[in-house]
């Protein structure tokens, strides 16, 4: 595709539920990131990949946090035992390396009832 | 981790007018970007200064950095209202990833 992909766009969801959201990043993009944005509020960052090194995870905000990314391509974030406070909407953003522009994808909003 | 701090956090303007924003942050950096996002959901790349330059244009957009007052500024001129936006500047050091601030909301009335 010509840029990144999230899916799904929406999710509702009870508390307590697992979720897992996907990423299809530009193809050939070596970095991607995930990041979570709250009503009203600035991006925190939660985890990127550079290539083949080890991700930097260090701003998943609980073990309830993992990702990963498969094949060095698409990435999917999952989020266990979902709690009202990961309301969010997550977004993923791909860059051909460390330190260039970001693509950003349109984000999922994630909603934990 | 270091993080840009954009300045106002909210700003009204008339079409036509110019709009300025304001990004400070705390440590050395290796470039600075600007992003631009509508609605809530993806965000756009601006521009992208790097460390060693002092003023970046791109249309109507004109970005400067100071990196003795550790500062950078985005300037709109002319602007319209599609323009309204939140706008967010971005700073990357090697080996992090690019750190965000909370973004300043520019509403450009006609």
């Known amino acids: 595709g010509a840029g990144v992909s999230q899916s799904p766009s929406n999710k509702v969801t009870e508390k307590g539920k697992d979720v897992e959201l996907r990423c299809d990043p530009i193809s050939g993009h070596t970095a991607l990131y995930w990041y979570r944005q709250s009503l009203g509020q600035g991006l925190e960052f939660l985890i990127y990949?550079?290539?083949?090194?080890?991700?930097?995870k260090s701003g998943l905000p609980s073990d309830r946090f993992s990702a990963e990314r498969t094949g060095g391509s698409v990435s999917t974030l999952t989020i266990q035992r979902t709690q009202q406070e990961d309301s969010a909407v997550y977004l993923c953003?791909?860059?051909?390396?460390?330190?260039?522009?970001?693509?950003f994808g349109s984000g999922t909003q994630l909603s934990v009832l | 981790s270091q993080q840009g701090e954009e300045d106002p956090q909210a700003l009204s303007i008339q079409e036509g007018e110019n709009a300025t924003m304001n990004c400070s942050y705390k440590t050395s950096i290796n470039n600075l970007q600007w992003y631009r996002q509508n609605s809530g959901r993806g965000l756009v790349h601006l521009i992208l200064?790097?460390?060693?330059?002092r003023e970046k244009h791109s249309g109507r957009l004109r970005v400067t950095l100071d990196t003795s007052k550790k500062s950078s500024s985005l300037l709109i001129t002319a602007s319209r209202a599609a323009d309204t936006a939140s706008y967010f500047c971005?700073?990357?050091?090697?080996?992090?990833?690019?750190?965000f601030g909370k973004g300043t909301s520019l509403l450009v009335t006609p």
């Open positions: 200064i790097r460390s060693n330059e």
């Open positions: 971005a700073t990357e050091n090697s080996g992090y990833a690019l750190n």
């Open positions: 990949f550079q290539g083949n090194s080890a991700p930097d």
């Open positions: 953003a791909s860059s051909p390396g460390l330190g260039e522009k970001l693509f």
